[in-house]
């Protein structure tokens, strides 16, 4: 009766007319015969296979109706119900069988850049730079989200160290640390010439992952490296690359300084990532990523990192003292290319304050006559027996030098050379 019921399901009568069934009662193997009260106009031959109720005898399979058919479609939907009954009703390792899975097997190298990911993302932080900013309706002060970066846990006394130019002009800045829980964090000092700050966020010391720091004096090109940022606070990204050139030199981003013997990536660098870890093959620390270099009209760019060695002596002395104490000749200098124009090379000195190192030395300024006619002052031309052509060589020198060290400066005064001794100072703002 079952079956019945499922054939008046699939092929209802139009109106009134139903079809019955009829059985023999006897438990011979003769067939079933069915009786239908109405034709029916059907296109393709009907099988129907009987099941008797005692399941010993076997039933051929018998043709009723050979000139009755059925649509195609009607007969494509009665074996997808087929189908469907078949695999509903089946235990579930028999559906299971319909399922191809293979395990994932991931070569030895990309094993050790998942290790690597894993084992260095919690010392991966999300900064936020908040800035107050007034509602021009309302009047309100507000503190608004003007930037943010990634940075990296220096050691377990909270020490965060990230880019000067992701927390510049803050009023108040926030880090998340990788496990989502954010905390307030105040500057503990900052350089801006080499674009290097560091935070201090109160936190457990069990939250706080201190990244392994590495060397850079015997980086290569050719070597492959990867730089991990969290550039919104919700998940870390990896990058991979190769150091594709050493002893760069870029501009700082906030005075124009030079910073010099950069590492630069292939590897890609978002501006989110910038104060992100630049990390070796082993995961130990070789840069701070801090600047990208896109030519106009080209697909991808170059990335730049701070190198480690350098980002090393700039934290020790933020954290014990609060400031970077760099020495400085104390002038002001013409820019390059009005020198270039002069037909000399070096740096010309526009001032040279009398209460700075120059300025007590003898070094002369740039000055008019009383008829307001020009008189260059002295123009550097080495220091310490290095040559200087421009500002950036000026700087390199410098960078050298400790407070307190003589130099011997050899400037060209009018149509001769003299060589004057100046004892560097540090900046009148870190003294």
Known sequence: MATCSLISTLFPSPSSSSFSLSRSSSNTTKPTTIHLSKSLHLQTPILFLLRPPNPKPTLPIIPLFPKLT??????????????????????????AAFVVTSPR???????????LFQENTPSVVYITNLAVKQDAFTLDVLEVPQGSG?????????????????????????????????????????????????????????????IPIGVSADLLVGQKVYAIGNPFGLDHTLTTGVISGLRREISSAATGRP??????????????????????????????????????????????SIPVDTVNGIVDQLVKFGKVTRPILGIK??????????????????DAPANGPAGKAGLQSTKRDSYGRLILGDIITSVNDKKVTNGSDLYRILDQCKVGDKVIV???????????????EPKPDES
Not at 277 to 293: Q, R, V
Request: aromatic letters at 6%.
């Open 105 to 115: 097997k991931l070569q030895s190298d990309e094993l050790a850049t998942v290790r």
């Open 259 to 304: 910073i010099q013997d950069v590492i630069q990536t292939d590897a890609a660098i978002n501006p989110g990532n910038s104060g992100g870890p630049l990390l070796d093959s082993s995961g130990n620390l070789i840069g701070i990523n801090t600047a990208i270099y896109s030519p106009s009209g080209a697909s991808s760019g170059v990335g730049f």
């Open 150 to 210: 990634s940075g990296f846990v220096w050691d377990k006394e909270g020490h965060i160290v990230t880019n000067y130019h992701v927390i510049r002009g803050a009023s108040d800045l926030k880090v998340t640390l990788a496990d989502q829980s954010t905390y307030d964090a105040n500057v503990v000092g900052f350089d801006q010439d080499k674009d290097v700050a560091v935070l201090r966020v109160d936190a457990p010391k069990d939250k706080l992952r201190p």
């Open 70 to 95: 059925i649509p195609n479609s009607l007969l494509l939907l009665c074996t997808s119900l087929a189908l469907s009954f078949t695999l509903l009703l089946s235990p579930a390792d028999s559906a």
């Open 333 to 350: 200098f013409a820019p390059d290319q009005s020198v270039e124009q002069l037909g000399v090379s070096g740096v010309l000195v526009l």
């Open 410 to 424: 050899e400037v060209l005064r009018g149509d001769h050379k003299e060589k004057i001794p100046v004892i560097l």
